[in-house]
């Protein structure tokens, strides 16, 4: 009896159509959208598979940086792995939001696997108007 339906084997066609070798896709950790509003950012960073309590925000000079880590799920001797896609381990970002930005400014939910991160817009400190002095 056959489970696996029969397909075409060709080696070419398999070596170059090797997801994990081959593939130009980026990585489907913390894809982010960032919004701008009249006196905000607002920004979404998907964390599906995150606690909570496994990530930090943290704000070193100027710049939001952002660190998630999944533990690996401790399986038994008795079972083989087939096929793992699920990440296992640590990622970070970072976003520079300048330095007049505290870290009491940054609110931040975590909710069904996407947090939300707001941050204000501060108004840009101008220079002073320089003064040409004239050549005589």
Same mark, same amino acid.
């Given at each position: ?49 995150? #606690?909570?309590? %496994?990530i930090k925000l943290s ?5 939001? =940086? *952002?660190?998630? /880590?999944? @533990? $690996? ?30 870290? #009491?400014?940054? %609110? ?9 991160? =707001? *941050?204000?817009? /501060?108004? @840009? $400190? ?11």
């Amino acid at each position: 009896m056959m489970l696996v339906p029969r397909r075409k084997f060709d080696l070419f066609d398999d070596f170059f159509n090797d997801d994990d070798f081959f593939s130009r896709k980026q990585p489907s950790l913390m894809k982010t959208d960032i919004r701008e509003k009249k006196d905000k950012y607002l920004i979404d960073v998907d964390l599906p598979g995150f #606690e909570k309590e %496994n990530i930090k925000l943290s704000l070193n000079d100027g710049y939001l =940086e *952002i660190s998630a /880590k999944v @533990e $690996k799920e401790d399986n038994s001797d008795e079972e083989k792995m087939v096929r793992q896609e699920r990440f296992y381990g640590e990622c970070s970002r970072s976003f520079y939001v300048g330095d007049e930005i505290k870290e #009491e400014d940054i %609110n931040a939910e975590f909710k069904n696997g996407i947090l939300k991160i =707001e *941050i204000p817009k /501060k108004e @840009e $400190k101008k220079l002073p108007e320089t003064k040409q002095i004239e050549i005589k």
